[in-house]
Every structure is written in C-alpha cells, then in structure tokens.
C-alpha cells in the first residue's frame, strides 16, 4: 500500500503592502532607536512638535517641524506601545486595504498623521509619539461598514473603549488633549473614505460586468437589430417565387437568443 506524501503548496502573499510597510519601517525606525540610537531620534523627528509653550515647539522657519507633523507617527515612547499599536494595524490594516485600496489607505494614514500632528502643535504642550491616529482611523473604517446598515457593532465599541483606556494607562499620548486629537486626526483620515467609496463601488462594478461578458443596452440593441437585418423573413425570395409576397412565405423560425 504506497504511501501518499503531503505536498506544501501554500505560499507567502503580500496583501497589505501599505500596511505591513508601515510596520516593517516603524519596527527598524524604534529598534534602531532604542537599541543603538539612544532615543536620539525619538528627541529629534519621531515626536510631533508642540504649542509655543511645549518643549519642541513648531518653528515655521525650520523645515525639520514640518518632517516631525508626520514622522511621530513611527515613532513610541516605548516598546510595549509600539507593539500594541502594531498589533492593532496589523488585525485591522488588511481588510481595509482590500476595501478600499492599497493608494488610500496610504492618502488616509498620511492625513490622520498630519491632522493630528497640526493639531498638537497648535494647542497640546506634549508631544505625540506613536501611530495612535492611524489605529483609531482603521478602528473608524471598520465601524462604517456597519454604520452604513443602521447598526452599532458591539465590537467596535469595546476596542475603541480598550484603546481609549490603554492610551489613559500607558500614558503615551500625554493627557486628555492628546487623546482627543488622536481620536479627531483619525476620524479627519477615516472620513477620506466617504469620497472614495462611491467611485470605487462604481468602478468594481464596471470591471465586474466587463469581465462576467454581459452587454451593455446599446450593444445588445444593435445586436438584435444586426440578426434582423439577417433573418430569412426579410430576405426577398429568388427566381420564380420572387413575386410572391412575404406573407404568402409560409417558412417558420423557431430559435432561442442568449445573451
């Protein structure tokens, strides 16, 4: 009795390549950070700039400001806030890249950074460290499917009250502001989605109907119209018969047309 082998035939698919090369470039930026770089980048460009009286506050003049209103978002106060945040990308980041789009989810992630960062800087003292307004875009993503139906997921309540209350514990975000604004430049990215949607619904379906092989209305119309113009039953007859009138031709169709 010969003995039948198991084969491996699965393989490594990159689904999310926004999402995990936001994850891959956030775990080198920290692991670098924290382990050779001293926190000199977390001092430098991986916080957002704060309010006049905060101690890295936005100045016009310096084009190193500007870098840091979306580069905090790479950043963590430490590894344990890292990895949760990651973690929360990495569960909710695929699904939502499928949805909507690869291009985006990168457009939504650069504009809850930014809201966010601009915020800060205009009215929170502390800096931002970490990609808290993204996890709270994705958490807001994934909650308008469902809103869109009339409902309130259960799910979406609990993860966005553990979030809230994870910020509040390990204290990453600073205080109450922070949290706001983390919780403001997700929605400001989540809200892209609106725009987007419509065209993206739109275009899926057109590509379905194009490659299913239905035809459109006017196809379908000069179709019926070119195998009319093809019948027999308006063809004249020939030679002898024809005089004869259409109606004295006593040939019967019978057929079936598809589409």
């Given amino acids: 009795m010969s003995k039948?082998?198991?084969?491996?035939n699965f393989k490594v698919v990159l689904d999310a390549p926004v999402t995990v090369g936001f994850v891959l470039v956030a775990l080198i930026l920290c692991l670098l950070d924290f382990q050779f770089l001293k926190g000199k980048l977390s001092q430098s460009i991986l916080?957002?700039?704060?309010?006049?009286?905060g101690d890295l506050a936005f100045i016009i003049s310096m084009p190193v400001s500007y870098f840091r209103l979306v580069?905090?978002?790479?950043?963590?106060?430490?590894?344990?806030?890292?990895?949760?945040?990651l973690l929360f990308l990495l569960l909710l980041g695929p699904a939502m890249e499928e949805r909507y789009g690869s291009i985006v989810i990168g457009i939504m992630i650069f504009v809850a950074s930014l809201f966010s960062g601009v915020l800060n800087a205009a009215f929170c003292t502390v800096s931002l460290r970490g990609c808290a307004p993204v996890v709270f875009m994705m958490i807001f993503l994934n909650a308008f499917?469902?809103?869109?139906?009339k409902k309130i997921p259960l799910s979406f309540l609990l993860i966005f009250a553990l979030l809230i209350s994870y910020e509040i514990i390990d204290k990453?975000?600073?205080n109450a502001v922070g949290i706001i604004i983390?919780?403001?430049?997700?929605?400001?990215?989540?809200?892209?989605?609106?725009?987007?949607?419509?065209?993206?619904?739109?275009?899926?379906?057109?590509?379905?109907?194009?490659?299913s092989g239905l035809l459109s209305k006017?196809?379908?119309a000069a179709y019926l119209e070119e195998l009319d113009s093809q019948s027999p039953r308006n063809k004249k007859p020939a030679g002898r018969n024809s005089n004869k009138n259409d109606d004295d031709d006593d040939t019967t169709l019978v057929g079936t047309l598809k589409f």
């Fill in 4 to 8: 039948k082998k198991f084969k491996f």
């Fill in 47 to 53: 916080r957002s700039p704060t309010s006049v009286k």
């Fill in 71 to 85: 580069l905090y978002a790479f950043g963590a106060a430490n590894w344990t806030a890292l990895l949760a945040n």
């Fill in 145 to 149: 499917m469902s809103f869109s139906k």
């Fill in 172 to 174: 990453t975000t600073g």
């Fill in 182 to 211: 983390c919780i403001a430049g997700g929605l400001c990215g989540s809200l892209f989605a609106f725009l987007t949607s419509p065209k993206a619904r739109a275009a899926k379906k057109a590509e379905s109907d194009k490659g």
């Fill in 218 to 220: 006017a196809e379908k």
